[in-house]
Structure formats: C-alpha cells, structure tokens
C-alpha cells in the first residue's frame, strides 16, 4: 500500500475514531432524550465508552508522534498545546465515564447530554488546532519533490483507467 508507506507515524490513522464517536455518542444521547429510548441511552453510553478507548491509544500515538519531531521543528510549541487540550479532553472523558458506571444519580441523559455536549466542544476545537498543526505547519507531513508537469500523476495507472482529464500547470504558489 503504497499511501502507507509514506506516513511518518501512525497518529492520523487514529484521529478521526475520537472525533466519530464523541459527535455520534452526542446524537444518540440527543436522541435518547428527545425519544425518551432506552435503546439510545444505552448506545450512547456504550458509545461513549468506545470513545474513551479510542482517545486513549490515539492519545498514545500522538505522543509518540510528537516524540519523533525536534526541538526546532516549525510548530514545536503549538504541538504541546495540541497535546495539553487532548490530555485534558480524555481525561475528562475517562472520568465522566467512571461516573456514568459508577455513580447511579450521575448517570442521567439530561447530564450525559450535558457532558457530551461540552466534551464535543473541546473536541472540536482542540482537533482543530491538530489540524491546524498539518496544515499550517506541516506537521506530519512527508514533503516530496512535486511532480514535472510532463509526468503523469498516476504512474502505476498510465492510462488512468480511461479517464482523461487535464489540469492547469500553472506555477504558482497560491492555494485554489
């Protein structure tokens, strides 16, 4: 697989599973309180729960992504800033869901709702900042040597499955 080959870690791999599973456990719990469901409460929390273990290990590759990167990497300092609002995020996470097993009263839709809702916040926005690390910074990101405009982009597939298409090769350096 050639696209795997050019990661420089595993953490993007992972990323997205917390951002899923946060803004799903937050519909169903949605849905749970608007349809008064069982079914939904019970998908939410179990949801929830995957969430949990997802942000853990993406917690983890994320720390030994950073851990590849040196001192005077462009970005080095906003990285730990990434990292600090994603600690938080799936600790906070860890603790509302020993709450919600263990805490009969806590666990309620109405403050599963609650929390969820806060915690997609802080979600949002601390992935943001990861995405802002790639694609303001590069972090992460292999850079190749761009392509001759002559050279197919697609060279395993000269004939790019009979699809023709053309691009404009203009050199520049804005972004469309």
Same mark, same amino acid.
């Given at each position: ?5 050019? *990661? ?21 719990? *949605?849905?749970?309180? +608007? ?9 939410? @929390?179990? *949801?929830?729960?995957?969430? @949990? ?33 994603? @600690? ?24 599963? +709702? ?7 916040? +802080? ?10 690390? @790639? ?10 040597? !761009?392509?001759? !405009?002559?050279? $197919?982009?697609? $060279?395993?597939? !000269? ?12 050199? *520049?350096?804005?972004?469309?």
């Amino acid at each position: 697989m050639s696209g795997f080959s050019h *990661t420089l870690n595993v953490h993007p791999m992972f990323v997205h599973f917390p951002i899923v599973l946060m803004l799903l456990a937050l519909l169903l719990q *949605t849905l749970a309180f +608007w349809r008064e469901s069982d079914f939904f409460n019970k998908a939410a @929390v179990f *949801t929830f729960d995957l969430l @949990v273990i997802s942000a853990i290990v993406t917690l983890f590759t994320g720390y030994r992504a950073a851990d590849s990167l040196g001192h005077e990497t462009p970005g080095h300092d906003f990285v730990h800033y990434h990292r600090n609002l994603m @600690v938080i995020f799936t600790v906070a996470g860890a603790a509302l869901a020993i709450l919600f097993h263990s805490i009969k009263s806590f666990n309620h839709p109405i403050m599963r +709702w609650i929390a969820f809702l806060v915690l997609s916040g +802080w979600l949002v926005y601390s992935a943001d900042k990861g995405a802002e690390l @790639v694609y303001r910074y590069g972090i992460g990101v292999k850079l190749e040597v !761009p392509l001759e !405009p002559d050279e $197919p982009h697609h $060279p395993e597939k !000269p004939e790019n499955n009979g699809n023709v298409h053309q691009h404009d090769h203009h050199e *520049t350096n804005e972004i469309h």
